[in-house]
């Protein structure tokens, strides 16, 4: 089977020009983009489906190698049928957008800007020695060797309250073993009912 070159410069640069719109902030840009992309794939599947040949209909002297393939006529079809859906669809939220806000540009969500600013750190899973949050407590042996204890020991004193090494800092255990439990003792609503 030979290739057309010609088809397949065309798709190449019908994908690459779609793929950088598709990038952009603007709605419009990014429906060009994704038009640009449906076409190149229509593209791509009418250069798999080989040779033009005769119609697909039976003919009884016909030999099978001398027919046109129909399956790529219809996904190229069925391509187009959804990209005119994802255009119509992108229509409206362009068309939505300019309404509401009169621009066409997508803005930073505050809310994002809220949740890429929150630290990655999470007490369980980033401490030296993760906290136990079982319900059924195992014992360890004391870090002194001799005893068996559920409590850190600085010196040959125990301490009150077991701490985590956690991120550069000492937490409290309980504190660590709170947070990963539903109504985390850790954190207060405010009156909206976010996190302060």
């Given at each position: 089977m030979s290739v057309n070159l010609t088809l397949l410069s065309v798709m190449g640069a019908l994908y690459a020009c779609g793929i950088y719109?598709?990038?952009?902030?603007?709605?419009?840009?990014?429906?060009?983009?994704?038009?640009?992309?449906?076409?190149?794939?229509?593209?791509?599947?009418?250069?798999?489906?080989?040779?033009?040949?005769?119609?697909?209909?039976?003919?009884?002297?016909?030999?099978?190698?001398?027919?046109?393939?129909?399956?790529?006529?219809?996904?190229?079809?069925t391509s187009i049928v959804i990209s005119f859906a994802v255009t119509a669809f992108m229509l409206g939220i362009i068309y939505r957008t300019w309404v509401l806000a009169r621009q066409d540009e997508i803005q930073d969500d505050v809310e994002d800007r809220r949740v890429a600013e929150t630290p990655s750190f999470d007490a369980e899973d980033d401490a030296e020695i993760p906290a136990e949050t079982s319900e059924f407590p195992l014992t360890m042996i004391g870090s002194d060797g001799r005893a068996v204890s559920d409590y850190a020991t600085v010196g040959a004193v125990e301490s009150a309250e077991p701490t985590i090494a956690a991120g550069g800092k000492r937490i409290p255990a309980a504190d660590a073993a709170a947070e990963e439990q539903p109504g985390s003792q850790n954190t207060t609503l405010d009156p909206e009912g976010g996190m302060r």
């Open positions: 719109l598709i990038l952009e902030r603007s709605l419009t840009r990014v429906l060009l983009g994704l038009m640009l992309l449906a076409n190149a794939t229509n593209l791509l599947i009418l250069a798999t489906g080989g040779y033009a040949g005769l119609s697909p209909f039976y003919s009884k002297g016909t030999p099978a190698q001398d027919y046109s393939d129909p399956l790529p006529q219809a996904l190229i079809l």
